[in-house]
């Protein structure tokens, strides 16, 4: 089972990127996704989480407003649309899922609850 995450790049702040999250051998829509983002000498931060279903969304405070997560669970991939980017919003994106299905761990970014995670794509926001 992996999960990938791709679509990362170097933009000017004020960009946009999106990111797309697939997986082979775990099929989405059962599970929750949520995207961490980790900055050179920071701990790694939860930045929104999406129910298997959608219905639910939690979004880091520092990005609401700004990313939108969305799902396609007939093409298998989560998307993060990133707008008006910051250079603090310069990190390693990475996509996790739970090992269970159709649950959001408590609190939802809690990292050590995930079992799935994908390779992480580097996110530069210039200044």
């Known amino acids: 089972v992996q999960l990938q995450a791709c679509g990362g790049g170097l933009v000017q702040t004020g960009g946009s990127l999106r990111l797309s999250c697939a997986s082979s051998?775990?099929?989405?829509?059962?599970?929750?996704i949520t995207w961490f983002r980790q900055a050179p000498g920071k701990e790694r931060e939860g930045v929104v989480c999406?129910?298997?279903?959608?219905?639910?969304?939690f979004y880091a405070d520092s990005v609401k407003g700004r990313f939108t997560i969305s799902r396609d669970n007939a093409k298998n991939t989560v998307y993060l649309q990133m707008n008006s980017l910051k250079p603090e919003d310069t990190a390693v994106y990475y996509c996790?899922?739970?090992?269970?299905?159709?649950?959001?761990?408590?609190?939802?970014?809690?990292?050590?609850?995930?079992?799935?995670w994908g390779q992480g794509t580097q996110v530069t926001v210039s200044s």
């Open positions: 999406i129910s298997s279903r959608g219905g639910r969304i």
């Open positions: 051998g775990l099929t989405l829509d059962y599970y929750a």
């Open positions: 996790a899922s739970p090992r269970e299905r159709r649950w959001i761990p408590s609190p939802w970014n809690n990292m050590y609850e995930y079992h799935y």
